[in-house]
């Protein structure tokens, strides 16, 4: 008889735990810009369903190579994004920005518009389904590798649209790539946003967050950055410190043990929920719990 009230209180405490999880919602997103409809998958803190409050939207980028369902499906702990929602009680947004669009709006292909994508579409399809803070000052974003680019270059150029962003092993020189092995791949990859000039370097320096540094001392908003001192991509974030602090614009740099891998995303998203937290507070846009 003990025997089955203990495994009644254990299966109580299952469904509790189950009830008051983060909710995940795969939400459908036309894009008109595109001629497409794409997915994004919504984290939503356990308190949503129970109020009425709005609550601060996390825009989450995933990288190169992947979709929108990286950051649930690729983390050691699957439960990181979730928890974190409900830790700082965010709704949190992954949108989906292709293998390698790198957030840009090609000049040379109509179905590759991934700035107008995520700065028109996605964000007025996310504030009009759900009770967001629809305005600046409860809206961030962050990214790793391809969406640290994405992050950067986004809000770097929609400062109207953001209060602080992040990125994580971001590709902040896009050049770099085509100094790899695979160049070729890379090349290959990134027809359909340079088309015939995807092995144009300016192109690609062009458009890098590096270029990026007059817009980010006149938009003034608060930048995280950290990438792992064995990443691939450690000098051209380095060269990317070097140039904030020689042009004194603000921003909080790491640079932790780790590679490009995602034992260090896990470890290096909880750091960047943390500092836009304290941005959203200052902003007094956090939800109460």
Known sequence: MKKIRALVVVFLIGITSVSYAAKVDTLQIASTAMGKT????????????????????????HGAYGHFSDWLKNTPNKKLVQNLSDQYN????????????????????KESQFETFITQEVIQKVDKTYRTISNRNGRVITGLSMGGHGA???????????????????????????????????????????????????????NSVLAMIDK????????????????????????????????????????????HTWDYWEN??????????????????????
């Open 90 to 109: 965010m709704i949190i947004v992954m949108p989906e920005g292709e293998t390698f669009s790198f957030y840009l709006d090609s000049p040379m292909n």
């Open 152 to 206: 950067l270059y986004l809000s770097g150029r929609h400062p109207d649209l953001f209060c602080a962003a992040g990125s994580m092993s971001g590709a902040v020189d896009m050049s770099a790539m085509l100094n790899r092995d695979s160049s070729t791949q890379v090349i290959k990859l990134m027809q359909p946003v340079f088309g015939d000039k995807s092995s144009n370097t300016e192109l690609y320096e062009q």
């Open 38 to 61: 794409y997915k994004a998958a919504v984290v939503l803190p356990n308190t949503y369903a129970k109020s009425k409050s709005t609550y601060p939207v996390m825009y989450l980028l």
């Open 268 to 289: 290096s998203l909880p750091y960047h929920v943390l500092f836009f937290n304290k941005i959203l507070l200052k902003n007094q846009v956090v939800s109460k719990k």
């Open 216 to 259: 980010l001392k006149a938009n003034k908003l608060p930048l995280i950055i950290d990438c792992g001192v064995n990443d691939f991509l450690i000098e051209p974030n380095r060269e990317l410190h070097r140039r904030l602090v020689y042009n004194k614009v603000d921003h909080d740099y790491t640079e932790r043990p780790g590679a």
